[in-house]
Each structure stands twice: as structure tokens, then as C-alpha cells.
């Protein structure tokens, strides 16, 4: 099965800067990790970052301008740096990975893995 680990989260200070990594336990190209998301304390799951259709990136409004979301050229890794992290950053973060329509991946169409999550506490 597709798992995905994402790690890279810890206590920092308000200022302080974390970069978030989520890797896919297989190595095959039916498998496109694309999305980070976040749940805060108390708060329903969000979408922080995205990869778009084409290589750009969406972005929630309140992470605009400190976050930067990419992958390697295999797209089977994600990346989230932060930087000028707020309290309000407070949030377990989590990827997830799509099927591609990548011919060969029949098996794939339609699936949405996620990760456990990782744990990013931000200190005032």
C-alpha cells in the first residue's frame, strides 16, 4: 500500500522557521504527491498549499508571501518551508498524494493517500 510520511515538525518561536517534508513509500509514477494541509486545535482540516495542474501553487490567504510548497522532479516528495511562523501556525500538517492518469496506473485512478501528520507548535 501507498503510505506517506511527513516530517519535519517540532516547537518553534514566533519568527522561526521549519521546512516540512512528506515522502511516498513507493517509488512509482502512478503516484503524485500534490497538497499540505492543516488542522488546528479546536478548527476543521485546511488547505494550506497545493501544487497546481500547472507546476504553480495555491496558497491559503494566511500563509501567503511565508510558505513555499514544491517537490522533487519525480513527484513523489513534498516540501513545505515556513518561515516567519505565527501561533496561529499551531497545527498538525499533512500531505496528501493522488492517483496520476499517468497511462499504466489504472490501479491508481481515483485513490487520495494521506499522512499521519506532523506536529508544528508555535510559541509567542
Known amino acids: 500500500q501507498v503510505q506517506l510520511v511527513e516530517s519535519g515538525g517540532g516547537l518553534v518561536q514566533a519568527g522561526g522557521s521549519l521546512r516540512l517534508s512528506c515522502a511516498a513509500s513507493?517509488?512509482?509514477?502512478?503516484?503524485?504527491?500534490m497538497d499540505w494541509y492543516r488542522q488546528p486545535p479546536g478548527k476543521e482540516r485546511e488547505l494550506v498549499a497545493r501544487?497546481?495542474?500547472?507546476?504553480?501553487?495555491d496558497y491559503a490567504d494566511s500563509v501567503k508571501g511565508r510558505f513555499t510548497i514544491s517537490r522533487d522532479n519525480a513527484k513523489r516528495t513534498l516540501y513545505l518551508q515556513m518561515n516567519n511562523l505565527k501561533p496561529e501556525d499551531t497545527a498538525v500538517y499533512y500531505c496528501n498524494a493522488k492517483g496520476t492518469d499517468v497511462f499504466g496506473c489504472r490501479n491508481y485512478r481515483g485513490m487520495s493517500y494521506w499522512g499521519k501528520g506532523t506536529q508544528v507548535t508555535v510559541s509567542s
Open positions: 501544487i497546481t495542474s500547472d507546476a504553480g501553487a
Open positions: 513507493r517509488d512509482t509514477i502512478c503516484i503524485s504527491v
